[in-house]
């Protein structure tokens, strides 16, 4: 089977001012098909840049990547928009719930982008917030939900569509103990239940227990250990 | 596709404060800008009110009122064997020759200012069914009586029933109210014609005004008094047209200034809005960065900042117009420059005004919104998620 993800010979440089500033150099790697894959490293080592790449929501300057079967850095903007409606689910340190939405209209909103009828969409809304244990909490606002109920919250939207993969960007980050614990609970149940792919960011090394599979960036590259 | 609707009223009642001041500053600009237009239409109305259809005005040419036009008594008893003019069963036409001057009278809030003072014939009333009596009794026909419309009577000291008012070296004493509806006869003083051409020692009219005999007549008319040789000085106008002609220069004149003021006064409010909308795309700037990685395209971010800043303006102008509106049971009194008199009419609402006022609103918005919808939409999704 061919991998989700295949990253080939990727660099990335950011500018400032009149200044590069390397951050990913000639990364190689691929990702099977329902692995749950941790990226550690130190702080400015690039991996939320990789994870970005990985997503479709940033361009590599150099090399290949090919995930969910789509080659992406070829995609024009308005197909890679519609790529990531379909095959990425993403979840956030900070959740990025929307504060003014419900969690229900938080869990629907990438459902509006499907041609999903209002019923099916509540039937997506609803499963989805059942799997995280939310389901009594649908007409709640973010400010009415502690961290680890809105990560959850955050989780049900990023699963709601079915995506392909699931990107991470430190999701316990902002939690405390117990929470992160839920958390990585569920992302590990994603994994085994729901067979979903997981690539996840993290500092945690508990968090990165869960994983199959842990690698470690330094200054743009991956390192031995 | 679309971003709902529910986002974006709900960030409007979620900053009530900004939203508050932004839709009251529309609304004011608004307020004002509907108060020019529904000033200048009520002179406007006022005016057109005032003459009928169905009467015809005849005026010297190049004469721009009534105080400068002048028709000597042989030209107005020409003017009267036309044919398709109304008669009285008796055979009398149903007509008025009018000398119609200016005098100065006392306001009752203070200054002065000038009224029309009209001297009708015995078919005048005939001829302005709408002129009724309101209290007191009608002028004698060879007395120095008048009597007065009903906004002199309250506008004017001195114009109460048996009052006396000194004008052309007489004294002349006010015996009834009449009232016209609403139309500019009732900034008028009526009396007898010939009182008046003898009070200031003239032979002519100014004006003559009479019936059709039929109410398509017009043209007919036209075509009669165009093949008189000895009225070539002289031009027809319906009533109607004629005072509504009277009310153009001042109801340019309004519209010309308020609308200047306002434009400027709203290039307050569309920075406001813009300030408003400026404010929201950086406060949600994380949002936005969400919404596009979710697959949310730019032009739906650019709708929705837009709609936005649309429905501020939009309810701003709603709020102003509302405000406006209630204007219409004022009545006010101005000199109109088109008759160098007094004129007292009300704000009137069409809906043109209507109409132009919420559009000047959405301008509003959509000038003071789109410069902040293009920037959030031109986010780039890193770095908006970045900025948390
Ligand atoms: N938009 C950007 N502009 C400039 N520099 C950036 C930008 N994004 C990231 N960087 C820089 O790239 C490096 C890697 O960032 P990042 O991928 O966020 O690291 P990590 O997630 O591992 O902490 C950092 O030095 C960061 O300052
Ligand atoms: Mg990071």
Redesign the pocket.
Known sequence: MDPIIRVHSVSKS???DSFE?P??NNISFDVPGGEFLA?M????????????LIAGIDRPDKGSLHVAGTDIATLNESRLAKWRSTHIGFIFQFYNLIPVLTAYENVELPLLLTSLSKQERRRHVETALTVVGLQDRMRHYPKQLSGGQEQRVAIARAITTDPTLLVA??PTGDLDKRSADEILTLLDRLNKEFKKTIVM?THDPRAAEKAHVVRH?DK?EFSQN | MKIPLTYILRNLVTRRLTTGITVLGVALVVFVFAAVLMMAYGVQRTLILTGSDENVLISRKASNGEISSIIDRETASIILTLPHIARTPEGAPIASSEPVVVINLNKVDGGISNVTVRGVSLQAFALRPQVRLKSGRMFNWGARELVAGSAIERRFAGSKIGDKVRFAGDEWTIVGTVDAGGAGFDSEVWGDSNQLLDAFNRTAYSTITFKLDRPDAYRDFVAAFEREPRLQQFEPKTERRYFEEQSELMAMFIRVLGIFITVIFSAGATIGAMITMYAAVANRTVEVGTLRALGFRRRSVLAAFLTESLLLSGIGGGVGLLFASSLQFFTVSTLNFGSFAELEFSFALSPTIALSSLLFALVMGLLGGFLPSVRAARL?I??AL?SS
């Open positions: 950011y500018w400032r500033i951050v990913l990226l490293g130190p702080s400015g080592s690039g991996k939320t840049t990789l994870l970005n960007d430190e960011v960036l743009g | 780039n890193v770095n970045r």
